[in-house]
């Protein structure tokens, strides 16, 4: 579905819910995954970048399809001369991409974006190297820095596909989507023949909400090469989202005998599985995505969002661990996380997840409604209870101020609100009972001195009458008495 339909299943309650980028390896091909569109998910399939194909295989070729209503042909732009870059830069520049390309591999970004920076600067003609340190800044959620290689990739060449479709992935992204709109039809006014172009501008048009004119522009492509799988699955994703459920599936059945291989189609297969409640499909179909390209982000979180549903919380943590790692700012992926976590019985862990798709995504309401959840049902330890339960209520608050929607809310806060007033209760009755026993022990500890106090007082009376008893007077008495 362009190339798949967006999937973020939420369970707010029990434990709910896109991109990848990866680095081209050498100067001739490549592998790249690409960009969220709003809620779509959208992934490309596997393009190899080719030299230009001789004179006579271009005048072979057909006549580009008509172009999208609203847009005029214009003169391709006339090439900038190449600097001249001599064999010892040539050789420094190549090994500078190697690198990064080894550092990218070995998880180090940070440091094969510079290698990546350099290998462009030296050696112009390593048009990967801009594109290739984009994807890794947009991997660790720098869009700004990305945006800017991904422009200079196109700078050095104005048709770059992977480069374009990136960019477009970012702008939308961001907002910017009029703008997404207005530098792509630059594009494809000047390559209308670049197919893969044209697809990319059919997806704008899917996200600015016009179906109709996406479903045309792709059916201009498959015109023109009806075994073009990117063209299917985008005219699949508009039958999807119109609900023709019965054509999607169809489109993507020529899709998967065109390329077997394509985990994009098995993805989307997923989603007209999950429209046609038919779920054990929808996993296998998912799972099917996963192995066959392994680092693709989108399908894990689906996967995993389904194996939430299903209370098999281990394997979503499996598969939802694995697609933070892989897009560690995408909102939706940290959400299905927390209630993989949740699921688990590991709170701390799941109150932090929900709070990094909430950081990420601060207009989404429904991290809100998962704190809220989690905070009432008396799972998280770490708060006394009645501050939990009040906090449960202030998120519950924060959700429906968010415009969030849910026929539970009305029950959670009622129930938040009883369990707040019993809290209340027992700590007040709490409070009492101390008191009462501090009472009691004041009055015990009273009693004692009273008790000792009397002991001593007869002990003296005693010691006195014994002291009398003592006194030697008859014996002198005796004494004097014998002498006279």
């Keep these: ?83 001249a870059v001599s064999a010892e830069e040539k050789a420094q520049a190549q090994k ?47 869009n700004d820095e990305a945006v800017e290689r991904f422009v200079r990739a196109l700078e050095a060449k104005p048709d770059f596909v992977e480069a374009s479709e990136n960019l477009v992935r970012l702008r939308l992204k961001r907002g910017e989507r009029t703008r997404a709109e207005r530098e792509l039809a630059g594009r494809v006014a000047r390559f209308p ?26 059916k ?35 899709a998967a005998q065109i390329d077997p291989r394509n985990a994009e189609v098995a993805n989307a297969q997923g989603f007209v599985w999950l429209a046609t409640e038919q779920k054990p499909q929808a996993i296998e179909a998912f799972k099917r995505a996963i192995a066959l390209r392994p680092d693709f982000a989108e399908a894990r979180n689906n996967l995993g969002a389904l194996l939430n549903e299903a209370n098999d919380f281990e394997g979503a943590l499996a598969e939802l661990g694995a697609a933070s790692r892989l897009l560690p700012d995408q909102s939706a992926i940290w ?27 601060p207009r989404d309401p429904n991290p809100l409604f998962n704190l809220g959840i989690l905070y009432l049902d008396g799972e998280l330890q770490t708060k006394p209870p009645l501050k939990r339960l009040e906090e449960s209520l202030s998120w519950f608050a924060a959700y429906r101020k968010a415009g969030g929607q849910d026929g539970r809310l009305a029950r959670y806060e009622a129930e938040a609100k009883k369990n707040i007033e019993r809290e209340k209760d027992r700590l007040l009755r709490a409070a009492r009972d101390k008191l009462k026993q501090a009472e009691a022990a004041r009055q015990a500890e009273e009693d004692k001195q009273k008790r000792e106090a009397g002991k001593l007082g007869r002990i003296d009376e005693d010691e006195g009458a014994s002291g009398r008893a003592a006194q030697p007077g008859g014996k002198l008495g005796g004494k004097e008495e014998e002498e006279k």
């Design 220 to 254: 201009k492509v498959l015109k023109a090469d009806e075994r073009n799988v990117q063209g299917l699955l985008a005219v699949a994703d508009a039958w999807y989202r119109e609900r023709k459920l019965e054509l999607a599936r169809d489109v993507l059945a020529s």
């Design 1 to 83: 579905m362009n190339h798949a339909a967006g999937f973020e299943k939420i369970n707010h309650e029990e434990h709910e819910d896109h991109e990848d980028l990866s680095f081209h390896k050498n100067k001739t091909f490549a592998l790249f995954v690409f960009f969220v569109v709003h809620l779509l998910i959208i992934s490309c399939a596997a393009s190899e970048i080719r030299p230009e194909p001789p004179a006579a295989e271009a005048e072979a070729r057909p006549e580009p399809p008509p172009l999208p209503q609203g847009i005029k042909a214009e003169p391709k732009p006339v090439e900038k001369p190449k600097p």
């Design 193 to 218: 023949e670049n197919l893969a172009l044209r697809l990319q501008y059919a997806r704008v048009l899917v996200s600015l909400g016009r179906i109709d004119a996406a479903l045309a522009e792709a």
């Design 335 to 361: 959400l299905n996380l927390g209630n993989a976590l949740r699921g688990a019985r590991r709170y701390q862990e799941a109150e932090a997840a929900y709070r990094r798709a909430l950081e990420l995504h």
């Design 96 to 142: 500078a991409f190697d690198d990064a390309v080894a550092l990218a591999e070995r998880g180090e970004p940070d440091l094969a974006v510079p290698l990546f920076d350099e290998a462009a600067r030296v050696d112009p003609s390593l048009l990967w190297a801009s594109a290739n340190a984009g994807v890794l800044l947009a991997r660790q959620g720098k």
